[in-house]
């Protein structure tokens, strides 16, 4: 198979100045990063302590002191690299270079001699490898090494980048086929992804072999893990985790012999995005067919309409085909970070514009929902239907929050949101030597490479408001070159204009391809029908049997009390009366709110009989939706995505 | 105040000879004593062991060993011997007699010299009333000596009475309000009920002082449980539940104080009875409008429609006002025994027939679901809808099972099923100079104590398949007596003869009262409304809205997979058409199903999208439910309480 994967683009050669994701990214560099580092030093007041740095100056020595925090608490440090990377890469601050100078140096003294790299098992003297299961030795590594391509790539600077070959090269000495090498893989994956960006910079073999290792021991039989140390002395790291099992893990057959997702939700995707990254750089076409029929079985049986994966709390993790209750669910932003991962990677490989449809969904929804206005508070946990007063009086969703949290003690899903925000232009664009593929309609100039120079296109856009998209280049091509524009699946109808003449574009596998001699101010605009939209679900999935959800381009909208008042449970819309465009009072102007006409279910005296012969009544009313990623920016209050659909009572009978 | 409690007939005086009833309560005695004895001596071959019996034998002498089993496994032991009590208070059993002898000798023998009784505690020597947060010694001791109240009753035998005599004198010497005696009460409500029920038999009016003393003492500032040994020493009984909060055993303020139950639901509802009792025996009327306040807040904000209670899972407990969710609830087959027992006190105390009401609901619904027909195996767990698939596959899901099962470890809900159907008759009838009531119209004859003698009736129905009832008098009065038969509240009409002739009759607090010289053959025959009926929730609850459950009398319907294939999620009933009574294959004749018409959503291809512009379609379809309580005595499948209302969409549009 030919198969030649798409490139990011420099962060340093995107411009994003879009007004409604400019507002979220500089919260990165200005409010999130400057937080969280005084939080992996416990200078929060109030704060949990995240001992994070403490634990790597006892680890080199600096302090004396035990191990604090969890097993995996390296990952914060390693993750907020990762972000300051990303933001260095694009502008300079020397502020936030000093400070990550600073943590290099602590996490490279703290490196054992042979390269080995953990302070939690540095500190505690536990036995190295011994709970692969759930000792997260791997996946921290994997973060580290994450953290050091990304500084190299933004400053050129080595020093971190060789403390992670150490570690890697560790790592290789220590897994593998051969005799003699512990035939484990990690519980947690992320080594994968991460030995194949290291692979990918360092051109050495060896991590990618390692990565594949990974990926072909994963769930060979007898498994590895029922007959690892830990279970033999009993001396595991979570022992309340000891009994999830491997399909936990996706470790109870091969990953070839697996048809659906199963397990812990960010597990999966970060074992997938290595999977596929291996098919890649392996050309196995087989394997990345398996990729791309997990990613089936996630979007298409898994996965909410707001992007986001994991239907259980307990465990965080994928339940059964079509299980997606609305108001117990995980979503986890990490997750869903996750997924766009995997599927940018499975994009950048086949070219193909299903999965940047759902990158954008992921992105415009759940990972927008992890963070507030403000930038200082996060949701880890992202439901679709929110009653405070049930979910603060039922255990069953104790991990429902109904207001952002500040941070939390495990800290994985803000950090993971700014790295994701700091590097989205890696989302937006990516390109080969024919095309450049344009992906999110995010306000933009980019710099693209091709023989000979460079080119320059700026990117227009009022999206998803308004669906006229405006290119404009700005430089002289001196070959044809080709703007690859993503048509999101939703938008049936599409036009392209250049310089104001329709044009007829090739259409291939979700793009569309405007191919010329670019000159100066030659001007491509698209116009894609974001019209409101309501969505339906299918039916074998029962949580949404009856109900709607609106849209308008990639945006899943919700009802919020601070519009409607209470009891959203018993509101219906009307699915085919009009829906307008509307402002709200707190949100931005640019959020894009919308109202539509329904009605209301009448709430009886509150002593009324809990049980009776009456039947419900309704009343009229005018309904104001907002979008998800938005909500709970103005205070507690109850929040639906998922409205009964009150067509059937408005319209037709049931023979439709 | 002029309060007098009714009392209840004895055992040996009701027979009752209803097919579908004695179908479940012969069970009590053929199988399922005779297997729960096999079972606490851990004599089943692939049971879970239950150590209960060798407990004893240990904390007696007779062997040696450490306890094994769980802190209340003596409870077992205990209700199996109340079970056992009222089955030979029926009719007489030497082979039960003689094994419950073997039981008490043993229990006895294990008792300490100061009267101290628990196994637990004994053997482990850990420190006695250190723990009353979760150490259950009292909760043990309780239901010890409801077996032992029962087992007087039953065979007039005093030594297992006198063995809890001198436990309670125990307890006594131990708690109270004297200085120098512990300041504490239990964590797990039950001796306070088992108290009263002591003080009734013997007289001795400490026992109802110290029950007095547990349901006054209990919540008051600042609390005892937050200061007591095991929160100093960290020795927990159960450290897991250590931070569940006072909220979590209705301790967190004076019960007086309080304006909706909390927590645990078994432990709520045993508390309430014994407050009950303590409110009735000092004739303290404000104590006793708080029962029926606290009463009120389960029935009408927090009771399933098949009168379970504890809606979440996490901690069996109950959670907010109009909180039902209906597949992720607990509603545990012992917490609607105890509902039932408090009802049946409030009734007995006030005459009121509303308490009967819920107890009727609980009875026919949720306690019989709790048993197959076979009568060997269980449900602890009682949702009001179940999709296997889902179910099987979401751990939030993972407390409901989808099969009965044959027992557990934890072994409390079986027996009080057992004891409870074994004592039937106390809840269908009760009596005071002036009047028998009739609570339940089950087919029974009763005799009934009046001055100067006996009268004996027998009831006639075939209830609820039919609302006409037969009761016949069997004897000749010599004075005036009331027949006082509840009439109840779904049914707005009924029709009262005597002898033919229709009478006018005084109708009170839900009775109707037939005062006369009774004469031998004297038939009083009463017509309820039984027919059909959708039943609607109150909107307040999110999770029926928009849905509609079928009834007849008090029996809750469901639809199973097993009639109506499966996607039971996506049908319509037609409220508004007929309901036919009908049979079903696989189940009893007697049990009364239904069919009604109505439309099915319809099932898209496997491979379509997850989510779409597609509005779903529906096809028409006939329904068939069957009752509740008989659901899953035909293989695994799906279950469904709530209906979605389909009339909105066949007759009306929604302005009604």
Known sequence: MELHRLQNVKLSDVTINDPFWNHYINLVETVILPFQWELINDRVEGAEKSYCMHNFRI?????????????FQDTDVAKWLEAVAYTLAKKPNKKLEALADGAIDLISRAQCPDGYLDTYFIITKQKRWSDLYEGHELYTA???????????????????????????????????????KIHGYPGHPEIELALIRLYRVTQEKRY????????????????????????????????????????????????????????????AAYLLSGMADVAYEERDDTLLKQCDALWNNITQKKMYITGSIGSASYGERFTGNYDLPNNTNYSESCATVGLAQFSNRMFQITHSGKYMDTVEQALYNTLLAGIALDGKHFFYVNPLEVIPEVAEHNPTMRHIKTMRQQWFGVACCPPNIARTLASLSNYIYAYDEEALYVNLFIQSCVKVPVKGGNLRFCLHADYPNSGHIEIQSDSTAEAPFSLAVRKPAYSAKYQVCVNGSKVDCTQRDGYLFIKRMWKREDLVSIDFDVQFRFVYCNPHCSDNIGKTALMKGPVVYCLEEADNGSHLAGIYADTEAPVHS??????????GSATFSGCRTVMPQKDNPLYGLEKPTYEAC????????????????????????GSPMFHRNWRG
């Open 142 to 180: 994997g973060h580290m090494i994450e953290a050091a391509v990304a500084y190299y790539e933004a400053t050129g600077k080595r020093r971190f980048l060789d403390t992670v070959c150490r570690l890697a090269d560790c790592i290789y000495r220590t897994f593998g086929r051969e005799e003699g």
């Open 582 to 591: 509307a402002f709200v009072k707190g949100l931005p102007e640019e959020s």
């Open 208 to 267: 990618l072999s390692l990565a594949d290792y990974f990926i072909r021991e994963r769930g060979k039989s007898p498994s590895y893990f029922l007959n690892e140390e830990c279970r033999k002395t009993g001396n595991y790291i979570f022992p309340e985790f000891a009994d999830f099992g491997l399909d936990y893990m996706m470790a109870q057959k091969p990953l070839q012999e697996q048809t659906t997702v199963e397990g812990h939700a960010v597990r």
């Open 59 to 71: 680890a080199c020595g600096d302090e004396k002191g035990e191990h604090l925090g969890t097993v």
């Open 622 to 645: 005018t309904l104001t939706a907002v979008p998800y990623a938005l909500w709970n920016n103005r205070g507690k209050g109850e929040m639906r995505v998922w409205m009964n659909d």
